[in-house]
């Protein structure tokens, strides 16, 4: 039992350590082919890069493949990265050049992003609930009817919470550009939202 003990204690240590490892660090010892923090990095963020990959492409088997590609480029060039953004955001602008790579491959550049209404309140009744499914439908199709670019910008501020700057670095644009983007495509929006009965959406 004792050992029990100390296997478990010795585990719950790696756990927190791990935790406490900035990604900053981790990629450091990836640029020093340490696999346990390629490990690390991976589980930390393989489900972000895979959704935003999602809805980009709109293929899970393709989504599953870029997902592999984008941190088989991480291991290869952990070393290259220079500090100048967070690693969340280097990470979606490897996935964003491979997702579009793709799309032009498959001769299909159409971006399709979902909407970021997709979590009810708990304390919902049943007919609050159902509408709020049925604002999240239509909010979905608005943003559908968006173009690539403001469909890109809607997804990155606010599904995925980057900051202006983080935008324009994921895109490669300047940041004068994402916030004229954000101003009609959320202009758009709104057009598009009261066409279809709908006054407001939470921002």
Known sequence: MPNVIAINSAATKHIDAARATSDEMLLARIAKNH???????YARHNVRVYRFVLRMVRDTTMAEDLVSQVFLDVWRTAAQFEGRSQVSTWLLSIARF??????????HEDIDQEDVLEIADG???????LDRATT???????VAKLSPAHREIIN??????KSVEEAGQIIGIPQSTVKTRM????KQL???????GVDSVAA
Do not use: N
């Open 35 to 41: 696999r346990t923090s390629m490990h690390t990095l």
């Open 98 to 107: 491979k997702a579009l790579t793709a799309l032009r491959q498959r001769k």
């Open 123 to 129: 304390a919902d009744t049943p007919e609050t609930s």
């Open 136 to 142: 999240s439908e239509i909010l979905r199709a608005c």
């Open 156 to 161: 990155l501020v606010y599904y995925h919470e």
């Open 183 to 186: 101003f009609y495509a959320r």
């Open 190 to 196: 709104a057009d598009l939202l009261r066409g279809a």
